[in-house]
């Protein structure tokens, strides 16, 4: 349940049951998401699970944010200035799906420990991102220990929008809007390929068949 704090703000509370076998994983798996904007211009997410035999579970968001709002068209990400915590990343294959090894981001496009323009080097000529069309991998996030910290900083081209990120997770998925279709949004604006960005706060993926 949500706490008192929560209580007392704007909440939007989702639930779901996953039944024992779907998907294929065991047990009967109870999923709770609170959704809460404070009157500190945060938006916190909570997630609760329980289930009832051993099981696997990586729950996560993806919210997409666009720091210079719809427009038609909207703009690209490419002009937003990204800061990620982390020394380290998890590269993919040829189908996105997680090698199994952790890499240094140093002197490669992915070092965001310094602020960048996603747009700066998204097209570079760089396997890893050539294969994902962009920005779409787990970065190993610094000072992992359980408790909530700042792990990173978005900013609109004129600095005038800021959004800080925190989590108590050990990894963030960092997604640049590779691949959506154009689609209309609200008042008829228009939004498509990397017109918004998701950070997917999560465990590190595919660790079930991944050990170390």
């Known amino acids: 349940a949500a706490s008192d704090v929560y209580k007392r703000q704007q909440s939007v509370v989702l639930h779901y049951v996953a039944k024992d076998g779907e998907e294929g994983f065991p047990g009967n798996l109870d999923v709770t998401v609170t959704y809460t904007f404070t009157n500190e211009n945060e938006l916190v997410i909570t997630y609760v699970a329980n289930t009832d035999k051993k099981t696997i579970i990586n729950l996560t968001n993806h919210a997409f944010f666009s720091l210079a709002g ?11 200035i990204v800061t990620i915590n982390a020394d380290y990343y998890i590269p993919i294959d040829e189908v996105s799906i997680p090698t199994g090894e952790i890499l ?6 992915m070092d965001f420990t310094e602020p960048h323009l996603i747009g700066e080097r998204i097209d570079a000529d760089f396997d890893q991102l050539k294969m994902a069309g962009g920005y779409d991998h787990n970065w190993v996030l610094d000072n992992y220990t359980g408790q909530v910290r700042k792990i990173a900083v978005v900013k609109s081209s004129d600095k005038s929008r800021i959004m800080e990120v925190y989590t108590d997770l050990p990894g963030v998925q960092f997604y640049s809007g590779n691949s959506r279709d154009l689609e209309v949004a609200k008042d008829g604006k228009t939004y498509g390929c ?8 999560q465990f590190y993926p595919d660790t079930p068949n991944k050990p170390q």
């Open 70 to 80: 719809l427009n038609n068209p909207t703009p690209t990400v490419d002009n937003n």
């Open 104 to 109: 240094k981001v140093e002197g490669t496009p």
């Open 194 to 201: 990397r017109a918004g960005l998701a950070l997917e706060t």
